[in-house]
């Protein structure tokens, strides 16, 4: 463990990074060492957007100490990078799990939710991220037809 100490604030550096107040990650910065970056930057993968991250945010607009603040930042910026990545991928594959529950063609299916075959495709691989209109009457579609499929085999 480190032998990093906080001083005037209510808070223990072995306490979760995620409930250090912004100071803590300032004295973090300025005097942590290896484990206490380490420390910060597991949080901040764990929840890019999340109070340790906003926390390291505020902290580097008022220090910037050499080296580590970069790469501080850098790993902030590579967390959320590869969260929207993975949120894309997630959104993509319910894209495609409605279209294959519609059980409509491709075709069909984009012009049920008003929109044109080739753009259903970015969808359904994830290079663009429809709108959440979008997605909702996307799931509407898939939800109507397999209910309107269940009428007709009662």
């Given at each position: ?99 294959q529950r519609s059980g409509m063609s491709r075709a069909d299916f984009a012009e ?19 709108s959440s209109t979008l997605m909702i009457r996307m799931e509407r579609v898939a ?12």
């Amino acid at each position: 463990m480190s032998g990093l100490r906080f001083r005037n604030i209510y808070a223990d550096p072995a306490d979760p990074v995620s409930t250090w107040p912004t100071e803590g990650f300032i004295t973090a910065l300025e005097r942590g060492g290896l484990d206490d970056w380490s420390r910060i930057a597991a949080a901040v993968n764990l929840a890019p957007w999340g109070p340790a991250a906003r926390r390291l945010e505020d902290a580097l607009k008022v220090t910037y100490p050499y080296g580590v603040g970069a790469l501080m930042e850098q790993e902030l910026a590579s967390a959320r990078c590869a969260a929207e990545e993975a949120e894309r991928q997630e959104v993509a594959r319910r894209v495609g799990e409605w279209l294959q529950r519609s059980g409509m063609s491709r075709a069909d299916f984009a012009e049920a939710i008003g929109t044109s075959t080739s753009r259903l495709s970015t969808y359904v691989t994830g290079r663009v991220a429809p709108s959440s209109t979008l997605m909702i009457r996307m799931e509407r579609v898939a939800s109507c037809e397999v209910s309107s499929e269940d009428r007709v085999d009662r």
